[in-house]
T-cell receptor
C-alpha cells in the first residue's frame, strides 16, 4: 500500500508553545490530505481537509486560528498547534488520497502523540 | 447527514473461529467501502476495499457487500489473537469519485480473540 509518514511521532511541550507536525506522502502525490484527532478510547475525529495550494477546509467546531494547516507541496502538509494547552493533548493522525486512484482510498500516517504539560 | 453504523462491541471470538463484523450505511449512492483495522495506540490500517456487490476475499479476510440492503461486512477466518483490534467501516462522503473525498467512519467494533 501507499506510504504516509508523520514527524515527529511524539512530542511533549509546555503550555503556550506551538508545535508543528509534518505529514508526507512518500511514494505518491496527494493534492488532498486530511488531519484527524483521536482522544483515548474515542473515535477518529476529522479536523480539516488540507488542499495543496489553497486554504484548508475546517470541520465545524475546529478553530482554524489554533490549528494552522499548510499544504505547500504535493507531498507535504503541516499542522501547527498554536499556543498549545493541556486539552490539546491527543493523537494526531494525517491521511492522504492517492490522486490517480479514484474511489476515495485513504492511507494513514502512523500518527503523532502530543502531550502538553 | 450521511451515516455509517457499527456495533461497538466488544465482540469476543474464540481463536480459530470466524469473526463477523457488520456495518450499515445510509447513503444509497455510495460506491466504495473500506475496512480499516486499528490497534490500540496506533493509526488505522487499510485492510480491505470493496466496490461491487458480492464477496471479495484476501487471505483470511472476506468483505461482503449488499448495496440493496446497504450493508457491508467483514469476515475473518481462523481468527488469531493478533486480530484483536478495533475495526472501522468507512465510506467516502462523495461516492468516492473525488480525490478530495472525506471518509465517514463508523464508530468501530472492538474485536477480542480469546485463546
Amino acid at each position: 500500500g501507499a506510504v504516509v509518514s508523520q514527524h515527529p511521532s511524539w512530542v511533549i511541550c509546555k503550555s503556550g508553545t506551538s508545535v508543528k507536525i509534518e505529514c508526507r506522502s512518500l511514494d505518491f502525490q496527494a493534492t488532498t490530505m486530511f488531519w484527524y484527532r483521536q482522544f483515548p478510547k474515542q473515535s477518529l475525529m476529522l479536523m480539516a481537509t488540507s488542499n495543496e495550494g489553497s486554504k484548508a477546509t475546517y470541520e465545524q467546531g475546529v478553530e482554524k486560528d489554533k490549528f494552522l494547516i499548510n499544504h505547500a507541496s504535493l507531498t507535504l502538509s503541516t499542522l501547527t498547534v498554536t499556543s498549545a494547552h493541556p486539552e490539546d493533548s491527543s493523537f494526531y493522525i494525517c491521511s492522504a488520497n492517492r490522486d490517480r486512484l479514484i474511489r476515495g482510498t485513504q492511507y494513514f500516517g502512523p500518527g503523532t502523540r502530543l502531550l502538553v504539560l | 447527514q450521511k451515516e455509517v453504523e457499527q456495533n461497538s462491541g466488544p465482540l469476543s471470538v474464540p481463536e480459530g473461529a470466524i469473526a463477523s463484523l457488520n456495518c450499515t450505511y445510509s447513503d444509497r449512492g455510495s460506491q466504495s467501502f473500506f475496512w480499516y483495522r486499528q490497534y490500540s495506540g496506533k493509526s488505522p490500517e487499510l485492510i480491505m476495499s470493496i466496490y461491487s456487490n458480492g464477496d471479495k476475499e484476501d487471505g483470511r479476510f472476506t468483505a461482503q457487500l449488499n448495496k440493496a440492503s446497504q450493508y457491508v461486512s467483514l469476515l475473518i477466518r481462523d481468527s488469531q489473537p493478533s486480530d484483536s483490534a478495533t475495526y472501522l467501516c468507512a465510506v467516502p462522503s462523495e461516492g468516492g469519485y473525488s480525490s478530495a473525498s472525506k471518509i465517514i467512519f463508523g464508530s468501530g467494533t472492538r474485536l477480542s480473540i480469546r485463546p
